[in-house]
Nanobody, 126 residues
């Protein structure tokens, strides 16, 4: 139903910024809540941010909201995640995911999302 492809990751220095992209396809992409998650080595996948289908509502992990910004451009079928003032602790594989079945509610658990991209690696050097 939905295919997702992340891009924009890479190796950056602490204090820098990145803009990750999640390009979606499929008829339901623009009807879905899109979430960003990340998984660092040896750690569980954690919620970062999510955005409603029309971009009017967003949700952030409290500890990250000062540095992360999620947005979407449905005309381009793309959701973005901007990360500012990167820290080494931000090093992780970043995934975008689509929640179709409960798209009226923004959820923050990995199990609530049905479709996932392959992830893009973000590595932050000190």
């Amino acid at each position: 139903q939905v295919q997702l492809v992340e891009s924009g990751g890479g190796l950056v220095q602490a204090g820098g910024s990145l803009r990750l992209s999640c390009a979606g396809s499929g008829r339901f992409f623009n009807d879905a809540v899109i979430g960003w998650f990340r998984q660092a080595p040896g750690k569980e996948r954690e919620f970062v941010a999510a955005i409603s289908w029309n971009g009017r509502r967003t949700s952030y992990e409290d500890s990250l909201k000062a540095r992360f910004a999620i947005s979407r451009d449905n005309a381009e079928n793309t959701v973005y995640l901007e990360i500012n003032t990167l820290e080494p602790e931000d090093t992780a594989v970043y995934y975008c995911a689509a929640d179709i079945t409960t798209a009226m509610v923004i959820r923050s658990k990995s199990s609530d999302y049905e479709f996932w991209g392959q992830g893009t690696q973000v590595t932050v050097s000190a």
